[in-house]
T-cell receptor, first 111, second 115 residues
Framework: GQQVMQIPQYQHVQEGEDFTTYCNSS?????IQWYKQRPGGHPVFLIQ?????EVKKQKRLTFQFGEAKKNSSLHITATQTTDVGTYFC???????????FGTGTRLKVLA | EAGVAQSPRYKIIEKRQSVAFWCNPI?????LYWYQQILGQGPKLLIQ????????DSQLPKDRFSAERLKGVDSTLKIQPAKLEDSAVYLC?????????????FGPGTRLTVL
């Protein structure tokens, strides 16, 4: 229940271009976490957002939580080959403590 | 700080055989999760432990999957008998508590192939 959809499913960019992935829900989310999974690797936690309209930055990465808390985005400025991987959002449905992962966006960066 | 340990890293079995995976979480982490990740999909929670108690196992196929965390530290996940559709990476994760605001630390996973 309360699946979150991510778009796009795949994205190929030239190195140096920007990249954005979106996480969308039909219901209000209590929180959003973002993870990165390198090819053949395991998910690694990036950030958590809990407040409406919250924006957090980590170097070239900008994370945003929508005002209605129904969507979130991850934006990478000037992609590098090290950004390659699949980016997942995850959330905790209200009344539970478990995490539901989104469908993921696979990013390829062409040098 | 040592990370989450899992073994084995790879396992190949035939359908109807049984298999077991082991996970040792980060020291002091009360919450332990087992996820199934099928190729091209996001991780799907199978079971969540808080210390040695089960918090959520709603997506665990209980007719063939079982898990335990007897002493509230390490955990095992078992599949018996395995089916072809069980081919996936089984990820173990831990967090310091079971609240909804804690990051999860994932282990390297066990890649299971069922032939």
């Amino acid at each position: 229940g309360q699946q979150v959809m991510q778009i796009p499913q795949y994205q190929h960019v030239q190195e140096g271009e920007d990249f954005t992935t979106y996480c969308n829900s039909s219901t209000t989310l209590s929180n959003i976490q973002w993870y990165k999974q390198r090819p053949g690797g395991h998910p690694v936690f990036l950030i958590q957002l809990v407040k409406s309209g919250e924006v957090k930055k980590q170097k070239r990465l900008t994370f945003q939580f929508g005002e209605a808390k129904k969507n979130s985005s991850l934006h990478i400025t000037a992609t590098q080959t090290t950004d390659v991987g699949t980016y997942f959002c995850a959330h905790t449905p209200s009344g539970t403590y478990k995490y539901i992962f989104g469908t993921g966006t696979r990013l390829k960066v062409l040098a | 700080e040592a990370g989450v340990a899992q073994s084995p890293r790879y396992k190949i079995i035939e359908k109807r055989q049984s298999v077991a995976f082991w996970c040792n979480p980060i020291s002091g982490h009360a919450t332990l999760y087992w996820y199934q990740q099928i190729l091209g999909q996001g991780p799907k929670l199978l079971i969540q432990f808080q210390n040695n108690g089960v918090v959520d196992d709603s997506q665990l196929p209980k007719d063939r999957f079982s898990a335990e965390r007897l002493k509230g530290v390490d955990s095992t996940l078992k599949i018996q008998p395995a089916k072809l559709e069980d081919s996936a990476v089984y990820l173990c994760a831990s967090s310091s508590s079971g609240t909804r605001y804690n990051e999860q630390f994932f282990g390297p996973g066990t890649r299971l192939t069922v032939l």
